[in-house]
């Protein structure tokens, strides 16, 4: 059974850094592309990155285009969400999705989610 499970979430100043992971399991990550999704209070879930694990390709949103890394760990069958210079507007629940094939930011494309890990700017 597929299960995605988030962590690394937590407070931070502006300007600070964090590194989400989502760990799969149930199902090889070889055939998947996995993204982040973050969703605000009273926002509309937003796709915020990426990759596709066979080759590697990866895609942002403008939003946080330069100051997000999206990597992947293949042994450890983990998707990395690597996020510098936070600001008060990345503040959401992010939660990780998995989809067979293509990438994509929307999140109708998604079918399998994790529980999510708050993220918190703040000074």
């Known amino acids: 059974q597929l299960q995605l499970v988030e962590s690394g979430g937590g407070l931070v100043q502006p300007g600070g850094s964090l590194r989400l992971s989502c760990a799969v399991s149930?199902?090889?990550?070889?055939?998947?592309?996995v993204a982040w999704f973050r969703q605000a209070p009273g926002k509309e879930r937003e796709g915020v990155s990426c990759i596709k694990i066979s080759d590697g390709s990866t895609y942002y949103a403008d939003s946080v285009k330069g100051r997000f890394t999206i990597s992947r760990d293949n042994a450890k069958n983990t998707v990395y969400l690597q996020m510098n210079s936070l600001k008060p507007e990345d503040i959401a629940v992010y939660r990780c999705?998995?989809?067979?094939?293509?990438?994509?930011?929307?999140?109708?494309?998604?079918?399998?989610w994790g529980q999510g890990t708050q993220v918190s700017v703040s000074s």
């Open positions: 149930g199902f090889s990550l070889d055939y998947l592309s």
């Open positions: 999705a998995v989809r067979v094939g293509l990438c994509a930011l929307r999140r109708s494309e998604f079918g399998s």
